[in-house]
């Protein structure tokens, strides 16, 4: 079975500095998606981006991007330029692709980012 | 379309009491997916629905729970018999199959709380 681990139950981080979370998973499958979701207080989660296992190249999203190691089995996000909206839980996840199909996430337990002014 | 809705917002209930949810996913979207929530968690799938046929369930979806989304569009998920270990927030997602990558949206969640 896959799993999703966030050694990171906290962080904080200067408004404008760059701050990188941590996600590791285990799975034996060589097809699969990574995802970070962002979830602010009291409001629903939104993605963040995203990862395609096949893909060497690292995902980016304006001040958002992935470090994505497959052989390690480590997807980091790095946020650049942190801004105070950037507060919030971020959950990695992962989605197998095995024979083509698709189900669930997999969430690790999330890291809570605080951005200070 | 304003996104995947879900009603109520908040539930509280007593223990033994049944509850229903409601699911409204973005319209175009043929899959629907329901997680649960704890405190200080990440999301737990519980179960996923392709149209109207419910295609994977979870462990964690004991016999007390159950869900349907007649005729492919809105879904439902009730519990019944409430425990104290129902409480949680209930999440639902959707997203369109297209044999890529989908993407999950996010509804804003119904938090239960059994008394």
């Known amino acids: 079975a896959q799993t999703v681990t966030q050694s990171q139950p906290e962080m904080s981080v200067q408004e404008a500095e760059t701050v990188t979370l941590s996600c590791t998973y285990d799975t034996s499958e060589s097809n699969y998606y990574l995802f970070w979701y962002k979830q602010p207080p009291s409001r629903q989660m939104i993605l963040v981006i995203r990862?395609?296992?096949?893909?060497?190249q690292n995902a980016t999203e304006n001040r958002f991007s992935v470090n994505f190691q497959k052989a390690a089995k480590s997807f980091s996000l790095k946020i650049s330029d942190s801004q105070l909206g950037d507060t919030a839980m971020y959950f990695c996840?992962?989605?197998?692709?095995?024979?083509?199909?698709?189900?669930?996430?997999?969430f690790g337990k999330g890291t809570k980012l605080s951005v200070k002014p | 379309d304003t996104g995947v809705s879900q009603n109520p917002r908040h539930k509280i209930t007593k223990r033994g009491q049944n509850v229903t949810f409601r699911c409204d996913p973005i319209?175009?979207?043929?899959?629907l997916y329901w997680y649960r929530q704890t405190l200080g968690q990440g999301p737990e799938f519980l179960t996923y629905?392709?149209?109207?046929?419910?295609?994977?369930k979870s462990r964690l979806l004991s016999d007390r729970f159950s869900a349907e989304r007649p005729k492919g569009s809105f879904s439902t998920l009730e519990i019944q018999r409430t425990e104290q270990g129902d409480s949680a927030m209930y999440l639902c997602?959707?997203?369109?199959?297209?044999?890529?990558?989908?993407?999950?949206?996010f509804g804003p969640g119904t938090r239960l709380t059994v008394l």
């Open positions: 996840a992962f989605l197998s692709h095995y024979g083509g199909s698709q189900g669930n996430l997999i």
């Open positions: 990862q395609e296992a096949y893909k060497q």
């Open positions: 997602a959707s997203s369109f199959s297209s044999g890529g990558m989908d993407e999950q949206f």
């Open positions: 319209s175009e979207h043929n899959r």
């Open positions: 629905f392709q149209n109207e046929a419910q295609l994977e």
